[in-house]
Structure formats: C-alpha cells, structure tokens
C-alpha cells in the first residue's frame, strides 16, 4: 500500500501564545514547534499500514524550511520520503489555498490513501484534508478511530466519530482519511530512526515546479483572509463562596437561580 | 448577483437540530438587516413536517431535498444536494452548525462551490453594504481570536458552534415558502457505505450540544464515581463531560472529553467537579457563560476561571447539589 500523509508543524499544545504588537501572527520566540498531534496519529497509522502490507509511505508538508524538523520527525518515526512545498508567494494561504499547493503536489503522485490529522492545533480550521479530497475527487472519511484495510478489495473500514457514537464506514479505495484521537498510540521515534532521518534528503518542490500560477495560492489566491488576531477576553474574577459545604451549596444554588439565572 | 442568509438544516430523528434552529433566529437578524431573505436548506428523507418549524424560527422559504439516497448522511450525497441547492440560491451567506457532520460537509462543498469558509465560530457580524460577513473564530486551542473577513466577496461560507447565539422565539403565525428540489444521486456506484451505527452516547445528551454540562477530572478518582454526576446531570437535562485526565484514565469515552484535543463548547452553565484546570482543558470551555468549579485544592487553576467555586470535596459536595436542586424542582 502506498501512503501518504499531509502533515504540519504547529506550536506544542503547551505553549503559550501570544499575538504580536500588529496582531497579524504570533510570537515565535520560544516556541517548541513539533508535528501536530492529529498528524502524529496519521504518521502511526500509515506505518502501521505499512508494517502490516507492506508499500511505502510518504510525508508532505506545505512550509518553510524549519518545518523540515517536523518531516524528519516522521521519518525517524518509519515513513520511508518526505516532500516539502514551498514558495515565498504561500504566503498568506488560508485552508483552500493550502489543498490546493497540496493537491497540485498529490495529483502527480501514486498513492492507495492518504492520511491527515483532522485539524491542525495551530489555526484549528479542519478543512484541508477534506478540501484535499474534494479537489482530488476522492471519498473521504473524517474524524476516524479505527481503520482496517482490504487491499484485495481496495476497501477500508474506518470507524469515525460522530455525534451519536460511532459509525462504520466502509470506503473504496484511494480515499482521504483524516485521524482522530484514539486511532492509536503513536510510537517514539527510535535512536535508529533518527540517525536514518538525518541522512534522507528531503525533495522540495516551488510554486514553478508544481505549475502554481501565484495568484492561486497566497492571500492573493485565497478567499478567507485573518484579519488580526487578539488575545481572548478575560473573564472577570469569580468568587469563592465560603462556609460549611451544605451552607456553600445551598448559597451557590441560590445565587446560579436568582443572579446568574441559569438554572 | 448573490443574496440573501442560507442556513444548512441539520436533521436528526425527524426534527432540525438545536444548532440550526439558532443558526436560523441568527440569520434572521442579518437578513432582516440587509432586507433579504432566510432560505433554509434541509436535505433528507421525510422531512417535509420540518417546514413549519423552520418558518416559525425565521425561514422566508424552506428548501426541501428529499431523497431515499439522503435518509442517512454521507459525504457525496450530501455534498451533491447541498451544492445544488446553493447554485439555484445563490445566497451570500450560507451558515452550518459547527457539529460533526456540518465540519465533514462543508469544506466539501466550500471547495466546490469557490466560497471561503470559517470554520468553528463563535460571533459573526454583517457589516458595512451590508453583504460583507465578519466572523471571530478561536485558534491555538481559544487562545487566540481570529477575526476573518471575505476580502474578494463570493459565497461566504461560516460553520458556527452550538449555544452561541440565542435561540429565538418560535413565531407560530410565520410561514413560510416551501420549495422542492428534485435530487437526482449519480448514477456511479457509491464510494462510501455505512456498515454500522454504534450508539454510545444512547439517552445522554450530547457534550457539544447541551446547554448545562457537568464535568469530572482526575478528582473522579474512578469510572463508577461518575454516578454522582450523571444524577445531577439527569435533574438538570445536562450532559456529562470530562477532562483529558478522566478520558485518559479509561473512565470516559473520548467522545466526552472537553478540552483542546476534545470538544471545544459553550454551555450556559459548565459545572467543573475535580478538575484542576490544565490549561488544555480550560480552552474547551472558558467561553462557557458561567462556571461552576468544585475542587478540594483552593490552588487548583479552575477556581482563576470560574465565576463560583466551592472549596470542597466533590464526593460530599456534589451530592448535596443534586438533593437541594431536587428539593427546590419538587422532586
């Protein structure tokens, strides 16, 4: 099986943000950058695939250089080539725009599935894998838990998340899956995979190369645009309602009933 | 010329979701604003009875896609109606619940239509000649709010998350027009099937949907101490969540997991018991409308958010809260 994952490096969950003086992006200083953790499940999943049926896997990524960190992660961690996609003119892509540099790059790609994280830590859009498959033509499966291939077939059986509970969906192959949390635990990347990471030369690819005209990608070539950014408002200091248990109960009842009427 | 608010109606069991009937009261206000029209749009099977109920809360005309082939959701399906039903209505805003089904679908047909698309927010505004959507969406977990506009116009596509705006009174004197469209599936074999629908979350409301939420932590101490909260959470018509130490421990479905790699929700009231307020936890629901916390620990983080907290172990506290709520309901 030949798979590929659309991966991206995002800010550690951890750390804390804080928008810069223009409110047009973040401070970057400080910031340990790693493989967003949906894309980490992608990353498992697709090696696991490949342990079980053999192929290969391939990872690819729409960013400047220092994202290479988050490539060789996935390397170190077993996927056999990594891709990066970069261009000064990607600036400014919003999640459609971003599909479409990664479509582009995919179209003249043999692959049986391709695996993204359901939404990046970073803009939390959740729209590029299935912006992806929409621009390839392909079925998708989102917010996946399980997934169980039939090569033979060209089937999957992928178990997603919904609202209810879960639903099974059975998918012909090639498809676009995007992981949820629970699909697996991802695997540390080994001592040996990361001395053999170093070494894979890692293909880059510009907007020439991928025939993007430069109006198709960037803020020019996309129809959102961030505005500014700003810090969440701050919630006014609360209170602390004192006294024996029973007494406190019965005042934070009484209050959540007449003040804050929300009972 | 494009015009008008078109709301995407989500159905379950025969009625239109919470998300979308507030969706709708919303998108009435904006259309009111801009002298256009609400068109609802609602794809299934056996929905027609939902019409009445979308005029009440604000729909000019109800667009129906009926179809044996749309009775479940699927991604084509849906995706090939919707797209249909927005090229003949061509509105210039067209808003989603931002649920599970409203996140699989519209990047979909956003990217096939051309529109740009904001996905998960929580305010919208209608500004300046009065077709130009602006939205605020949080990132990095809420720790950030984006403001995002749709700078060369087109369809501007919004998914919007449940209890962010208000729920308008139902106008029983409203009708509306009510329209249907043919839908005519492709003739190819489908590309997805859905084997099986396992329902874990069975009577117990939704965590993304529900108006009160009664949370646990790490300070459960145990799947079987959840009992407490699912009795309080029964009196109040609440849903039961947890925080990523719970899920963790196995005592809850991830599928009730606030927080940043869980939900992301809005209660009007979120009742935080034996959570100490991780940081990742408290993006899931810092923009409830009020808080509760519940923690033995005056140290713990929660008690910086919320906007009452009792000093006090939960497995004492919590159970007087049921019996004086039950006491004060006439129980």
Known sequence: MKVIICLKQVPDSEASIVVRSDGQGIEEQGITFVVNPYDEYAVEEAIQIKEQHGGEVTVVTVGPPATEKALRTALAMGADSALRLWDETFVGSDSGASAAILARALQGMEFDLILCGKQAIDDDCAQVGTALAELLDLPQATVITELELDPGARKAKAHREVDEGTEVLEVSLPAVFTAQKGLNEPRYPSLRGMMAAKKVEIEVRDSASLGLAPDAVGAGGSKTRIVSLSPPPTRPPGQIIEGEVADAVKELVRILREEAKVL | ??????????????????????????????????????????????????????????????????????????????????????????????????????????????????????????????????????????????????????????????????????????DAARTAETETLEFVPSPEPARTAIVEMIETVGERINVADAEVVVSGGRGMKGAENFKILEELADLLSAAVGASRSAVDEGWRDHADQVGQTGKVISPNLYIACGISGAIQHLVGMSSSKCIVAINKDPEAPIFKIADYGIVADLFEAVPIVTQELRHILGE
């Open chain 2, 1 to 170: 010329m494009p015009n008008g608010v078109a709301v995407f109606i989500e159905m379950r069991k025969g009625e239109a979701r919470r998300v979308s009937l507030e969706l709708l009261s919303q998108a009435r206000e904006f259309a009111d604003t801009l002298g256009k029209d609400v068109v609802a749009i609602v794809c299934g099977k056996g929905i027609r009875d939902a019409a009445g109920t979308l005029a009440q809360y604000g729909a000019d005309r109800v667009l129906l896609v009926e179809h044996d082939a749309l009775e479940h959701y699927t991604t084509d399906a849906y995706a090939s109606a919707l797209t249909e039903a927005l090229r003949r209505q061509q509105p210039a805003i067209v808003l989603f619940g931002a649920t599970v089904l409203g996140k699989d679908l519209a990047p979909r047909v956003a990217t096939r239509i051309g529109a740009g698309l904001a996905t998960d927010c929580t305010d919208l505004n209608v500004t300046g000649d009065g077709q130009t959507l602006k939205a605020y969406r949080p990132m990095y977990g809420g720790k950030v709010i984006a403001e995002v506009d749709w700078p060369h116009g087109g369809i501007q596509m919004a998914t919007v998350r449940p209890n962010i705006f208000p729920l308008g009174e139902p």
